[in-house]
């Protein structure tokens, strides 16, 4: 199956600082990449789709200027925390679909810690 | 929104045993797929089944698109069964956009 990548794989940083997320489709073009925010004992929530070449498109509810979305290229989408606070600690997990099919493939998360 | 409902949310089974998840979803679909977290946090696909039956070893799954359910069936159950299992569903028209349900927690025990 298609292998999506993330890094890091947990941060911790201090509150005011950002954090930048890298994705990345490692054996396929992703035109589309998924952001989505896990709480402990939660289900996935997603926050925005990563569109390549153009803006991200964010959910109802989800700060645009909090978290800013760049998807450089086919097989790389950022994901940046600015001004990070601690109830911005979360799992954040990225997903994308190879071209041709409606099934998505999720990045093995990562944990952010602000303290 | 679609609304996307799991159950059981907990369960707790012997090693040996079977045992069946269900999704329930109220609207029409393009996607729905089942996954296993594991503890770390992976998402594993278990299952991309929009309609239709489908196996992979131990591991099966059905799929009601014009009654809006999906059922994952576990024989034989592992410890290294346990986890959490999602259903995730893209409605159809929603630019492929998932829709998580709760989750059910399995707990297998030796």
């Known amino acids: 199956g298609a292998v999506v990548s993330q890094h890091p794989s947990w941060v911790i940083c201090k509150s005011g600082t950002s954090v930048k997320i890298e994705c990345r489709s490692l054996?396929?073009?992703?035109?589309?990449m998924f952001w989505y925010r896990q709480f402990p004992k939660q289900s996935l929530m997603l926050m925005a789709t990563?569109?390549?070449?153009?803006?991200?498109?964010?959910e109802q509810g989800v700060e645009k200027d909090k978290f800013l979305i760049n998807h450089a290229s086919l097989t790389l989408s950022t994901l940046t925390v600015t001004s990070a606070h601690p109830e911005d600690s979360s799992f954040y997990i990225c997903?994308?679909?190879?071209?041709?099919?409606?099934?998505?493939?999720f990045g093995p998360g990562t944990r952010l810690t602000v303290t | 929104g679609i609304q996307v409902e799991q159950s059981p949310p907990d369960l707790i089974l012997q090693e040996g045993a079977n045992s069946t998840l269900r999704c329930n979803f109220s609207?029409?679909?393009?996607?729905l797929q089942w996954f296993h977290q594991n503890p770390w946090g992976q998402l594993i696909n278990l299952f991309y089944?929009?309609?239709g039956t489908k196996q992979n070893g131990r591991l099966s799954a059905t799929t009601v698109a014009t009654e809006r359910y999906s059922l994952l069936y576990i024989s034989s159950s592992q410890t290294t069964d346990s986890g959490v299992y999602f259903c995730?569903?893209?409605?159809?028209?929603?630019?492929?956009?998932?829709?998580f349900g709760k989750g059910t927690l399995l707990t297998v025990n030796p």
């Open positions: 997903s994308a679909n190879s071209g041709g099919t409606y099934e998505q493939y």
């Open positions: 054996d396929f073009q992703a035109t589309t």
């Open positions: 990563s569109n390549e070449g153009s803006k991200a498109t964010y």
């Open positions: 609207d029409s679909v393009n996607n």
């Open positions: 089944i929009p309609s």
């Open positions: 995730a569903v893209e409605r159809v028209g929603s630019n492929y956009k998932l829709t």
